[in-house]
Nanobody
Framework: QVQLVESGGGLVQAGGSLRLSCTASGRTFYNYAMGWFRQAPGKEREFVAAISWGSDSAVYTDSVKGRFTISRENANSVYLQMNSLKPEDTAVYYC????????????????WGQGTQVTVSS
């Protein structure tokens, strides 16, 4: 059974940093892209960042460019380093995986984690 488990969320002041981790199990995610999405209260889920399985390609939503960095240690682990956090970054952050290329569309990802809460206070 495939599982994606996120960790690293928490409460941080504006301007602070957090590092989210996602570990996948149940199969080897060779040739799978992995991504991060987030959903704030009362808002739709939105794309944050995604990375190819070989880490040679990464894509970010405009609002996090220059502040967030996605990386992966191996086929089954992905990270999101979040710096200069803002209150508007407050959301539940989800890890997701899909075969082949990164995508900014949530429905392209068949595998999802349960999410980790990130709260940024002003």
């Amino acid at each position: 059974q495939v599982q994606l488990v996120e960790s690293g969320g928490g409460l941080v002041q504006a301007g602070g940093s957090l590092r989210l981790s996602c570990t996948a199990s149940g199969r080897t995610f060779y040739n799978y892209a992995m991504g991060w999405f987030r959903q704030a209260p009362g808002k739709e889920r939105e794309f944050v960042a995604a990375i190819s399985w070989g880490s040679d390609s990464a894509v970010y939503t405009d609002s996090v460019k220059g502040r967030f960095t996605i990386s992966r240690e191996n086929a089954n682990s992905v990270y999101l380093q979040m710096n200069s956090l803002k209150p508007e970054d407050t959301a539940v952050y989800y890890c997701a995986a899909r075969i082949l290329n990164p995508s900014t569309v949530g429905n392209d990802y068949p595998y999802w984690g349960q999410g980790t809460q990130v709260t940024v206070s002003s």
